[in-house]
């Protein structure tokens, strides 16, 4: 059972440039979030994508941009990249699954993220 | 928007030592996770665990979440269990996007 894979693994650009990471997700799974974690701190929820619109954005501005493809794969576009967007990306994917009692779970799976460095 | 704390923020231990680390939140949530981070990065899953108790080998939780605290207890550590120890919430049930803590960073020395 494949996890959730994420591309590149690495990515260094250059102030003002545009970057496009992609993410694929758990098999299986037909939800993707995205997160942004800085050095030292925790991930930061981004946006969410379901039924390829986005259903959810956390404080990020415009620059952000997202995609979620037929197949449930994911990108994500920074534009005007800025000395602080320099950070790990992280992808999560998730369906929602009937628990016990009828209660509905929806367990968040990480990828091994995207490490950008902007100069 | 919903906050969650963790502590102690910083822990060193001896390998064999038992441990807790601690996450208050602030709302009502319907989705708690505990994550693993690796040095690699990689968050690893522990514990889906909105309310009650679960235990997998030498690690378990607790979430009261009446109370709004969730519990993650380690025994035993290995010195493979270091890492940042990550606390994530939700509020719609997870058809959101998770609310991470500041971490814990565990360090279990030889």
């Known amino acids: 059972d494949a996890g959730v894979t994420q591309s590149p693994t690495h990515l260094i650009k250059t102030r003002g440039q545009q970057v496009t990471l992609r993410c694929s997700p758990k098999?299986?799974?037909?939800?993707v979030s995205w997160y942004q974690q800085a050095l030292g701190q925790g991930p930061q929820f981004i946006f969410q994508?379901?039924?390829?619109?986005?259903?959810q954005r956390g404080n990020f501005p415009d620059r952000f941009s997202g995609h979620q493809f037929p197949n449930y794969s994911s990108e994500l576009n920074v534009n005007a990249l800025l000395l602080g967007d320099s950070a790990l990306y992280l992808c999560?994917?998730?369906?929602?699954?009937?628990?016990?009692?009828?209660?509905?779970?929806?367990?968040?799976?990480f990828g091994p993220g995207t490490r950008l460095t902007v100069t | 928007g919903i906050q969650v704390e963790q502590s102690p923020p910083d822990l060193i231990l001896q390998e064999g030592a038992n441990s807790t680390l601690r996450c208050n939140f602030s709302?009502?949530?319907?989705?708690l996770q505990w994550f693993h981070q690796n040095p690699w990065g990689q968050l690893i899953n522990l514990f889906y665990?909105?309310?009650g108790t679960k235990q997998n080998g030498r690690l378990s939780a607790t979430t009261v979440a009446t109370e709004r605290y969730s519990l993650l207890y380690i025994s035993s550590s290995q010195t493979t269990d270091s890492g940042v120890y990550f606390c994530?919430?939700?509020?719609?049930?997870?058809?959101?996007?998770?609310?991470f803590g500041k971490g814990t960073h565990l360090i279990i020395q030889p």
């Open positions: 999560a994917s998730s369906l929602a699954k009937r628990g016990l009692g009828g209660s509905i779970r929806y367990e968040q799976y």
């Open positions: 098999s299986g799974h037909d939800t």
């Open positions: 994508y379901y039924e390829e619109e986005e259903r």
């Open positions: 709302d009502s949530v319907n989705n």
């Open positions: 665990i909105p309310s």
């Open positions: 994530a919430v939700g509020i719609r049930g997870g058809a959101d996007g998770l609310t």
